[in-house]
């Protein structure tokens, strides 16, 4: 077969917009099919990376559609919190489409497919913690304009001493679905604005 049907994890990450950690989970996971040369290198056939982004592009609402839904995913590990959240903003009638992923390799994974308008991080989880997955999306420019509130026990100093980007909105718990609420709400009547 002709090389240019495979591509390197390097080559996948470009292509994908995402980092080479984030296509090597994504294989070792099973999310994208790959084979090992003999040198042990991974080679990913092309057609598996295009059918994760024709997904992608099937999956993501137009910015411009003011009628579509909010996207809006939670990072939560623990499942007290996730029925909490599911419960509280399904109650709002908000038009929102929620998503809740257990950990930061999982969430990665699910911004990747599918990007939302917003994510709400817990900063401890196991496997990839939340710190380690807000480093990962934003140094991806394609992710820059995504929203991304931290709800955290963890003290507001040790927080920043750990090097959280200036630009995510943190929150301490419990979980504060007052100003989430209104976060929210500002993002919607953005958008109405802006259509």
Known sequence: MADTEYLST???A???????????NMVENGVLEAWKTAG???????ASVEAMLAKRRNQAPSAADSNAPLELM???DDPTLQTLYRVTVETWNLPIRLRIVGNGFEGLVQVGQNPPDIMIVDLMMPGMDGFEMIRQLR???DLAKMDIIVVSAIDHD???KKGLPSDITVFGKPIPFHEI???LLGRLAARQRAS
Do not use: W, Y
């Open 74 to 76: 939670i990072a939560e």
């Open 14 to 24: 470009i292509r994908l917009g995402v980092s080479l950690g984030t296509v090597q």
């Open 158 to 160: 040790e927080i920043v």
């Open 10 to 12: 390097r080559q996948a």
């Open 181 to 183: 609420k209104g976060f």
């Open 40 to 46: 042990g290198h991974r080679r990913i056939p092309v």
């Open 139 to 141: 140094a991806n420019p």
